[in-house]
């Protein structure tokens, strides 16, 4: 097998791997040779994708769960999830979050900050504690996390968001040493166009895309197959932990 391709053969869960960057990650980790297990909120979520991956890629060796994050067993359906994804993980993939809380400061309210904080705060971190059971006790082994631009990039309107994006790269950092020698590292995306920005009016999520073009250095917004290649890279680089990837589009510069 060439010293390379790492991740052939391998085991990789995509928790939020129905859609968006998760599905990107997915079919990038099939097409370097991995078997998949994708989970989503719920099992018609994952047997669409599935069913959809599967026509693209007939040879994949894929399956998918639902799984609800939503409650406050997380810790236990979590470990239910490793169950059925059989116990034999060498890669988790955490992409799965709620829309954007994107607000004035003074209509923030503590249900709001509450219900932000569970998917990209809670269920982040609950996953690194079942992770750590979970996953073998090598650094052949990774948990990626998902975080955003906004750590790095203020502006108002967004203190919520950045508050979160913060505390995961806070997060990321600290589970590298509670889980190692098991790898973890976290991936912030720039603008991407996935169902992240579902919310937004199809026009101005036209005129926000075609201004991020105009602005950012590449000329384009952020691809899904494109910034998936940095989950992908932080499964095969046994040398990187603690770390953040930034795929930004060159945002950053301008």
Not at 122 to 145: D, H, I, N, Q, Y
Not at 179 to 189: C, D, S
Not at 235 to 243: I, Q, V, Y
Request: proline share 5%; glycine share 10%.
């Amino acid at each position: 097998m060439s010293k390379y391709n790492k991740l052939a053969g391998k085991h990789v869960l995509c928790i939020g791997g129905t859609k968006g960057l998760g599905r990107g990650t997915a079919e990038a980790s099939i097409e370097a040779g991995a078997r998949v297990t994708i989970a989503g909120s719920s099992q018609h979520s994952a047997d669409t994708a599935v069913s959809e991956i599967k026509a693209l890629y007939p040879s994949a060796t894929i399956a998918g769960f639902g799984c609800d994050l939503s409650h406050d067993t997380v810790e236990q359906d979590l470990d239910a999830l490793f169950d059925k994804a059989g116990g034999d993980v060498d890669h988790v993939v955490y992409t799965a979050a709620p829309g954007l809380a994107i607000s004035g400061l003074q209509d923030v309210t503590p249900e709001m900050v509450r219900r932000t904080s569970h998917m990209r705060q809670v269920v982040p971190l609950m996953l690194g504690k079942v992770a750590a059971r979970r996953l073998p006790r090598t650094p052949e082994a990774s948990l990626t996390l998902s975080t955003g631009g906004i750590a790095d990039n203020p502006r108002p309107g967004w203190a919520l968001m950045a508050y979160v994006a913060n505390g995961l790269v806070a997060l990321t950092r600290n589970l590298a040493l509670d889980l190692a020698p098991v790898r973890v590292n976290a991936v912030e995306p720039g603008f991407v166009d996935t169902a992240l920005w579902r919310d937004l009016a199809p026009q101005a999520k036209a005129d926000m895309m075609r201004a991020i073009a105009d602005k950012v250095p590449t000329g384009v917004a952020g691809r899904v197959e494109d910034v998936a290649e940095a989950y992908v890279y932080l499964m095969k680089d046994r040398n990187a932990t603690g770390e953040i990837v930034k795929t930004r589009s060159g945002g950053q510069l301008v």
